[in-house]
């Protein structure tokens, strides 16, 4: 079985040795090695793809899903390169459309400096896009989005002792990248800095720290906060929640808001369970220490029991209302509350995983060397 | 200065199972109490995460910042290991920890010409 994780204990070959070390330490160094070797054989499980933490333990053992996703749901995953042919870093951000995905490619170690398009068919790539990097930029471009014929992202600079985001565009199609507005960046917290960045109809939105939900036309202008959203975070538009994406203790979006009609949802949860995941319309939640998890509409109507195909989920986002990712001991899967079908995901052990972006589409998993690249849209 | 941009969960449940596991010989990797870190965005928490009982500890890199992360334990012989978090902006990663780490500490890392890595913005130590 391969091993999931780097353990700190394989790193002692690195470890710094002092001069004139004593017998003992020697020993001890021995013995490291071999509780290092030890604890090497061990898997650990990760968690995949989900910026939540807080997993659960089964009360029974669970096995790996019987059918991988490949053979399930053959449309909906595709494997490609985390390199371009120039050997430049590549990160998928978002669907273009059903096919077509759209990454960026590093310069430098989490330098994005060029936006691409993927054709998931042929493997073909067309660049879209420079990505400017203005003077004292103090984060790269970052929050990459797409909708509606457009291309978004965001980028960090100091100025006079502060820090200035500056929100950029560029038509979906190619073209030159403009700056459509730039704003003061709340202080640095746990609820991150920009997160959710979204292509409207008519402009772009975006969460910000704990300050809210904004706005801004196509045209530019100042950000306009909207009104009630303070401590919300955008998890579909229109709909805003709490708790953030960052929130690790906790299910993210237990409270929903539609930030365009006004109407809230709360979480529905079973006596004594606790909310892994929420959707719009739903929460799925589980017993302590158990695989029963039972899921439950927000509208408050009687829910159902389901048993969880994992031995650890974390808490994290219900994608599309639907999908639930969790793992066991050397696998990860992908759970469909819809139908309660479950897949292997056949992810590599790297332990690597990425956190949802801005397209709840978009599942992105490191295999072998390669993205494997899930449009969970295209299940149906 | 660039601002530290990572977070490191020591599970304090995964700890208590790994004893069970393992019998007396295994340390409890089990860090107390919450401590935010000094550095804006970054924190230790201590979430109860015990997959499948063994300790891990989970590194977040949230900002694009140019800068990994490079996470350092310290054994009861004083002897220091770490491992380094590479994958990027957006992305977590697991580590397991040997029953012989009692302390953990998390500090920015660039790698530089020539192969040289700098090691910056260190966390204090947190005893596990």
New interface residues.
């Given amino acids: 079985m391969p091993q999931?994780?780097?353990?700190?204990?394989?790193?002692?070959v690195?470890?710094?040795r002092s001069r004139g070390r004593t017998a003992?330490?020697a020993i001890?160094?021995t013995?490291?090695v071999a509780?290092?070797a030890?604890?090497?054989l061990?898997?650990?499980?990760?968690?995949p793809s989900e910026?939540t933490?807080?997993?659960k333990?089964a009360s029974a053992p669970v096995t790996s899903p019987e059918q991988r996703i490949d053979d399930v749901w053959p449309q909906a995953a595709h494997e490609m390169p985390t390199k371009l042919p120039d050997g430049g870093?590549v990160?998928p951000r978002a669907f273009l459309d059903e096919t077509t995905v759209l990454i960026t490619a590093?310069s430098?170690?989490?330098?994005?400096d060029s936006v691409l398009a993927y054709n998931l068919k042929n493997g073909t790539t067309r660049k879209l896009s420079n990505i400017p990097t203005p003077q004292g930029t103090?984060?790269?471009?970052?929050g990459f989005t797409a909708g509606n014929g457009h291309i978004a992202w965001w980028t960090a600079r100091k100025k006079d002792g502060k820090e200035i985001a500056d929100l950029w565009s560029v038509p979906a199609s190619g073209g030159e990248p403009a700056i459509v507005t730039s704003f003061p960046l709340p202080?640095?917290?746990?609820d991150?800095?920009i997160t959710a960045l979204t292509v409207l109809p008519d402009g772009f939105a975006w969460s910000m720290g704990s300050m809210g939900v904004f706005k801004v036309p196509f045209a530019g202008g100042d950000p306009q906060a909207i009104a009630g959203t303070q401590g919300l975070h955008i998890f579909q538009w229109p709909w805003a929640g709490s708790p953030g994406p960052?929130e690790?203790?906790s299910a993210p979006y237990q409270t929903v808001l539609n930030v365009e009609s006004g109407e809230r949802r709360a979480a529905v949860t079973r006596q004594n369970s606790q909310p892994l995941a929420c959707g719009i319309t739903q929460c799925i939640s589980s017993l302590a220490d158990t695989t029963e998890a039972g899921i439950q509409g927000r509208d408050g109507q009687e829910g159902r029991k389901v048993s969880l195909p994992f031995?650890?989920v974390?808490p994290q986002a219900l994608r599309l209302d639907r999908f639930l990712t969790g793992?066991g001991?050397g696998w990860s899967a992908l759970y469909d509350i819809k139908t309660g079908t479950a897949v292997d995901l056949k992810v590599d052990a790297?332990?690597?995983?990425?956190?949802p972006?801005s397209d709840p589409r978009l599942l992105v998993l490191p295999r072998n060397d390669k993205f494997l690249i899930v449009n969970l849209g295209s299940i149906p | 200065m660039r601002k530290m941009k990572w977070l490191l969960i020591a599970p304090l449940t995964a700890a208590l199972v790994l004893a069970v596991g393992q019998g007396a010989s295994a340390a409890l990797l089990a860090v107390s109490a919450t401590t935010d870190y000094s550095g804006e965005g970054d924190y230790w928490d201590t979430i109860p995460n015990s997959p499948n009982g063994s300790p891990t500890f989970r590194v977040y890199d949230y900002e694009a910042d140019g800068y990994g992360v490079r996470l350092r334990s310290r054994d009861q012989w004083g002897l220091t290991s770490y491992v380094d978090q590479t994958a990027g902006a957006d992305t977590i990663r697991d580590y397991n920890a040997s029953p012989y780490e009692i302390a953990i500490q998390a500090c920015n890392r660039d790698a530089l010409s020539g192969g040289t890595i700098r090691v910056f913005n260190c966390d204090s130590w947190v005893y596990v």
Avoid: Q, W
Avoid at chain 1, 42 to 47: E, G, K, Q, W, Y
Avoid at chain 1, 138 to 142: G, T
Avoid at chain 1, 350 to 355: A, I, P, Q, T, W
């Fill in positions: 999931a994780f780097e353990t700190l204990g394989d790193a002692t690195r470890r710094k003992a330490a001890a160094v013995a490291i509780g290092g030890f604890a090497g061990r898997f650990l499980p990760a968690s910026p933490v807080g997993a333990v870093k990160r590093e430098t170690f989490e330098k994005a103090s984060l790269f471009a970052d202080p640095r917290s746990r991150g800095l960052r690790h203790r031995s650890a974390g793992d001991p790297s332990g690597v995983r990425y956190l972006g």
